[in-house]
């Protein structure tokens, strides 16, 4: 019996020897089997030299490109721009993966992902031939144009579009973000990551991922050897703020006033203006909010090329007023509307002032006793941030949405929000993040207006189920 039994574990044995996988090599964080590698090394080999050499180029994409990346980042010496398109062709069906990841909008032109395999092989015979550092130059220029473009989109008002772009080119964006990958030195190409950063800041601030662009900006300004532009100076001001850090933020602020003042740079004075403001409202100091609101329309011109737009600090005051003076409140809604569609022509739609207008107009109508009203507008309001991506404005536009429930009767609805809410904030903020003075105010009403009924099991029930549905279902729903 006792042989049996070995025998028995001994054919077990050798079945999990001959399960094992095949050796593999971790590449970029993935593990690939060597056979793999070994099959992509076959492939280059039966290449011609043009093939070959684009096949090396085209490994320093982090992600998927495009055609006109190609150009940008891969022609030069022997493969000139007027005759990469055919090499490209050549290449694609031996080395290359199509990738369908082209937004609404978008020219329907082919792009491509290169194989973990290929890419390695790619690599390694680039840096043999010594021209690593050169193509990687190219590739930090044509990710700042990039950023630039995806900035001037938002601008003018294209801000999903800007969005979608910044977000599918951003495994490149990072690769050029971190100044240690440079083929120079940190320090000489801290800059380049600096204005890579700073161009992204409306998908740091207003697209939620605020815990990433502060993570990535400072490790920038930590390896740039000359002062930080003022501009520089002002986003690391503002994550800090929407970190929930503004004792963080006021020494930025100085600093950034001071280099804006140095560099003459006028545009960056108003951005301060309307960030003091931020930082006021974040406070609960309404009327300090409503004077550096007012100072920074007074300080930006017609058009700004860079950073928050005049909608977004008329809704600022307006935000600042709408619990003291409703009246002030609505008239500063209408300039921005005023503003708005003045400048349609030349900036389009400004979707993240708009979602925090839905707040004050939410706010206004709760103060006429207008509930139903209230709660259309906190829930469309809702349903803007999320579409953006924000997690700040999305729970506090669900917070204000479950004060209203709750004043209704609708007490599982609020229950359900604020279990979402709660989930929201603890999976991307840190455990030191602190909510604006307005939310805070806005979460208390709607737990003023639960009142016992917090302790109820079934309401308690509630709150967990919302916490595992979340705000994209509940923003549907409640």
Do not use: N
């Not at 493969?79 to 080395?95: H, S």
């Not at 300039?335 to 022509?345: N, Q, V």
Request: aromatic share 8%; glycine share 8%.
């Amino acid at each position: 019996m006792s042989q049996e039994k070995g025998g028995e574990a001994t054919r077990g044995l050798e079945y999990m020897w001959a399960a094992e996988p095949p050796e593999t090599e971790r590449l970029w964080g993935e593990h690939v089997g060597l056979e793999h590698v070994a099959a992509a090394e076959q492939g280059y080999e039966g290449c011609g030299p043009a093939e070959q050499l684009l096949w090396e180029r085209l490994s320093v994409f982090e992600g998927a490109f495009g055609r006109e990346a190609v150009r940008e980042v891969c022609a030069s010496g022997a493969l000139p721009a007027g005759e990469i398109q055919a090499v490209l062709d050549r290449l694609a069906p031996l080395a290359l993966l199509p990738v369908d990841d082209l937004f609404d909008g978008e020219d329907g032109l082919p792009r491509y992902w290169m194989p973990h395999p290929m890419r390695a092989v790619g690599a390694r015979r680039l840096t043999a031939r010594g021209d690593r550092w050169a193509v990687l130059l190219h590739h930090r220029r044509w990710c700042v144009k990039v950023a630039r473009r995806a900035a001037d989109w938002w601008q003018r008002g294209r801000q999903l579009d800007a969005r979608d772009l910044a977000l599918r080119e951003l495994p490149d964006l990072a690769a050029a973000m971190d100044p240690t990958t440079a083929p120079l030195s940190p320090s000489a190409e801290a800059e380049t990551s600096v204005e890579i950063a700073v161009a992204l800041w409306f998908l740091w601030v207003s697209c939620g991922r605020i815990a990433e662009g502060r993570s990535r900006l400072r490790h920038a300004l930590s390896l740039h050897a000359g002062p930080p532009s003022a501009r520089a100076l002002w986003l690391a001001a503002f994550l800090e703020l929407e970190s929930g850090r503004p004792e963080d933020a006021d020494p930025l602020l100085a600093q950034a006033w001071a280099a804006a003042v140095r560099d003459g740079d006028e545009h960056c004075l108003s951005l301060l203006a309307h960030l003091r403001g931020s930082t006021a409202l974040y406070q609960g100091r309404t009327r300090a909010a409503a004077a550096e609101f007012r100072e920074a329309l007074a300080l930006m011109e017609e058009h700004p090329e860079f950073g928050p737009s005049r909608q977004a600090c008329w809704v600022g005051l307006a935000l600042s007023l709408c619990r003291s003076d409703p009246e002030g409140a609505q008239e500063a809604l209408d300039e921005a509307d005023t503003d708005r569609e003045s400048r349609r022509a030349w900036v389009g739609r400004d979707l993240c002032a708009e979602a925090w207008a839905y707040h004050v107009r939410a706010e206004l109508g709760a103060w006429d006793g207008d509930r139903g009203r209230a709660a259309e507008y906190a829930r469309r309001a809702l349903r803007e941030h999320l579409r953006l991506g924000s997690a700040v404005g999305a729970a506090c536009a669900a917070e204000l949405l479950a004060q209203m429930r709750a004043m209704d009767g609708q007490h599982d609805a609020a229950a359900h929000l604020l279990g979402a809410v709660d989930l929201l904030r603890t999976s991307v903020f840190d455990s030191s993040y602190r909510p604006s003075e307005y939310c805070v105010a806005t979460r208390a009403r709607g737990e003023e207006a639960l009142g016992a009924l917090l302790a109820d099991p079934e309401l308690r029930s509630a709150y967990e189920e919302g916490a595992r549905r979340g705000l994209f279902a509940l923003s549907c729903e409640v």
